[in-house]
């Protein structure tokens, strides 16, 4: 052994053999993969947290869906009817809204319209998520600051709404302001 490598193991003491050429290379491919991946997988996670913009087509379907919702509001089964009619006319490529739409058009209940209408909102919730200029509205239990008696929210889930005061599609006249705004 030369003097020159006792002298390096020496300084290191007792650890494994130095790293040669190869094997740092080795390390340097390993690590700067390591920080490619990492950097990929930051980037996916930040795309996918951002709202994506609406298109015109989605913010035309998102007004007519308010003008179902409204409605609803009111227990006004025949507006909610007529409102969707405009949405299957405009909308047939679109299968979660067109399909609800057209069971809602064709039910003969408030319960038969609110459950096609649950689909909607479900679908429009995804759409709006992080969209600062549409609420999503919904059940909150225990910060709902409205008596509702019975409750059937438990049925339905959240909806969405252009203004602040809220005004519950599921539970219409019995308790229309039941939820509060979660977005």
């Known amino acids: 052994m030369t003097k020159a490598k006792k002298k390096r193991i ?3 003491g007792s650890e494994a053999p130095p790293l040669n050429g190869l094997n740092r ?3 340097r491919v390993i690590l700067g993969f390591g920080v490619i991946v990492a950097v990929a997988l ?6 996918d947290s951002l709202p994506t913009k609406l298109t015109d087509s989605e913010r035309s ?5 308010q003008l179902i919702r409204i409605p609803l509001t009111k227990d006004d089964l025949q507006g909610a009817k007529t409102a969707a009619s405009g949405l299957l006319g405009q909308f047939s490529d679109d299968r979660n809204f067109f399909g609800a739409a ?3 058009q064709e039910s003969d209940s408030l319960e038969v319209a609110r459950n096609a209408f649950k689909v909607m909102s479900d679908a429009a919730v995804r759409l709006v ?4 200029e549409y609420r999503i509205a919904g059940c909150a ?8 008696a019975p409750c059937h929210m ?3 889930g959240d909806w969405i709404q252009t203004d602040a005061t809220v005004t519950n599609p599921f539970m219409g006249k019995t308790s229309p302001h039941c939820g509060v705004i979660k977005q």
């Open 25 to 27: 290379t080795k390390t």
């Open 154 to 156: 438990d049925k339905f």
């Open 141 to 148: 239990m225990n910060l709902c600051p409205a008596a509702c």
């Open 61 to 65: 379907l998102l007004q007519l869906y």
């Open 102 to 104: 057209r069971l809602l």
């Open 129 to 132: 998520k992080g969209h600062k």
């Open 10 to 12: 020496a300084r290191r």
């Open 42 to 47: 930051v980037t996916v996670i930040v795309r």
